[in-house]
């Protein structure tokens, strides 16, 4: 549990030295449990472990207030943003069926002739990101091997692959039906597209929500792919593993970035109505907000199709418009996780406290933008504005009893002190 705090909340090990760890022993069998993918949390709308991080954190903090010492912590996001989405689009479905072309044209005799794909919306989907200035993360099924599989074959989106990473899309594995405990059918369907996108690929969600927690994990990070985004309910938006941040499986340097909030939970799990399906994403954005973490939603790409999907499109639509809303950085997973990893290597060598003054030492092991540390002081102590000892370019910002002292670029090797004189 510790390892995890330690590695979201980003504060220096003196901090988290102060915790008494053992009153959250209690918790730790649920915790781990649930990020391991074992349990799915049984609150599905509150992430309960980011709570319970949030709690520990507090208590780290309150040690600091009664002695009178800074608390200093790495900011989550560039640019301070307050929370991250990751936007993606499991492709499951590129043309209607003979059976839905029949169906249709009985509802709706105009699509017999009209010749439109109705499932393909790559195009739309497209054009309404660039809009919004976002991009996002596609999963494609490479091979299809059971009834349950997609129906389509790479060749038919290699040329929509290609487009989507030219523009800046992310192109990620969606693990056909079987694969989630096969390494063969794993490994054959990582190169397959690997083989179309022309580089390697480091994200995966596997199609049904299929996973074996004993397994499914470790195969992803022993086959080469960087994070895994599956875990998440089947048949309810929430924060199945009960948190709300990008985390690492025990032991391992594979990362998790759980699914919160999929279309079909919303409408055809819980019944909701278009307007009901964004004021819930609403919810998900201002809980994510409080906890400073991730909301990953996944679109189906056919849902533009208005006939099958009526009014899931416009749902998604309005989702981006409140998310541009609001101070968010909007991410694919290969970037939300390049940046996670950049800050994680920023790290702490130590704090020194004298009568005189407080002291931070960092080291950035790789090069990082737009990076910030965010400084409590504690109320009633005197501090005066941080010294900060770095070659590279800052600013000071202060608001209320914080500081946070924002850097441009921080290249790669770069020392930085901060020193806070009392
Ligand atoms: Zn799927």
Redesign the pocket.
């Known amino acids: 549990m510790r390892d995890v705090y330690d590695n979201i909340v980003g504060s220096p090990k003196e901090q988290s030295d102060a915790v008494n760890w053992q009153k959250y022993e209690n918790r730790s069998e649920e915790f781990g449990s649930h990020l391991s993918g074992r349990t799915l949390s049984h609150t599905p709308k509150t992430p309960v472990m980011s709570e319970l991080l949030r709690e520990i954190e507090n208590e780290s903090w309150r040690d600091c207030e009664k002695k009178g010492l800074p608390w200093i912590q790495k900011w989550y996001y560039p640019g301070e943003k307050e929370f991250a989405v990751f936007l993606s689009h ?1 492709v ?1 479905e590129i043309e209607w069926s003979w059976r839905r072309k029949l169906l249709m044209g009985v509802r709706h005799p105009s699509t017999l002739t009209n010749g439109k794909n109705h499932y393909w919306g790559f195009d739309e989907i497209m054009e309404l990101e660039r809009k919004h200035g976002v991009r996002s993360t596609f ?1 494609f ?1 490479s091979k299809s091997r059971h009834k349950r599989d ?1 129906p389509y074959s790479i060749r038919d989106v290699a040329d929509v692959i290609r487009k989507l990473r030219e523009g800046g899309w992310e192109v990620g594995l ?1 693990g056909s039906y079987n694969s989630f405990n096969n390494r063969e059918f794993l490994q054959e369907e990582k190169e397959a597209l690997q083989y179309v996108v022309g580089e390697e690929i480091s994200g995966v969600r596997q ?2 929500v299929n996973f074996d927690p004993a397994v499914t994990f470790g195969l992803h990070e022993s086959i080469g792919f960087a994070y895994d985004s599956t875990i998440g309910y089947r048949e309810v938006s929430g924060f199945a593993s009960g948190i709300c941040h990008p985390y690492r499986f025990e032991g391992s340097s594979f990362y998790e970035l759980p699914v919160m909030v999929i279309d079909g939970q919303l409408f055809w799990h819980e019944k909701k109505s278009t307007r009901g399906a964004i004021e819930e994403v609403e919810r998900f954005l201002n809980t994510t907000k409080k906890y400073n973490g991730i909301l990953t939603m996944d679109w ?1 790409q056919r849902t533009v199709d208005g006939y099958t999907f009526p009014g899931w499109a416009e749902a998604y639509v309005e989702s981006l418009e409140r998310i541009n809303s609001m101070n968010v950085f909007v991410a694919t997973g290969e970037e939300l996780l390049d940046w996670w990893e950049r800050r994680e290597s920023v790290v702490f060598e130590g704090r020194n406290v004298t009568d005189e003054s407080v002291e931070w030492n960092l080291l950035a092991e790789r090069k990082i933008d737009d990076f910030t540390l965010r400084v409590r002081i504690p109320e009633g102590s005197r501090y005066k504005k941080p010294d900060v000892q770095s070659k590279v370019k800052f600013q000071i910002a202060e608001r209320d009893n914080e500081i946070w002292i924002r850097f441009s670029a921080i290249p790669k090797g770069e020392k930085i002190g901060v020193t806070m004189a009392r």
Do not use: G, M, N
């Open positions: 499991d499951d999963f099924v997609p969606h199609h049904f189906h």
